[in-house]
């Protein structure tokens, strides 16, 4: 579900965190480094495979799914470029 949704960064925070749960692990034994790694980065591939189907699945039934997630992030950048423009009127304001 997280790529479905593309956050990205998401899938790769929970990847970390599961490599620093196992940080002493790695130390004691190579065998399991290298099974650690192998099933991470295959369970990794699999799960951005089968999110990246979902999501042009349902992009292919829905086409309306892809213009709100356009208008959603067309949205939020106008959002932080008026937080900008308060933030750099203020500035000036103030003289700094």
């Known amino acids: 579900m997280v790529v479905a949704a593309g956050s990205y960064a998401a899938l790769a925070f929970l990847v970390a965190a599961k490599g620093l749960v196992r940080s002493e692990e790695f130390e004691k034994s190579r065998d399991f480094t290298e099974y650690f790694l192998i099933g991470s980065l295959s369970s990794v591939l699999v799960a951005l495979c089968a999110g990246l189907a979902l999501r042009y699945a349902?992009?292919?039934?829905?086409?309306?799914?892809?213009?709100?997630?356009?208008?959603?992030?067309?949205?939020?950048?106008?959002?932080?470029?008026?937080?900008?423009l308060i933030h750099w009127d203020r500035k000036i304001a103030s003289g700094s």
């Open 58 to 84: 349902l992009l292919a039934l829905w086409p309306d799914l892809l213009v709100l997630q356009m208008q959603q992030c067309a949205m939020w950048i106008s959002e932080g470029r008026n937080r900008f």
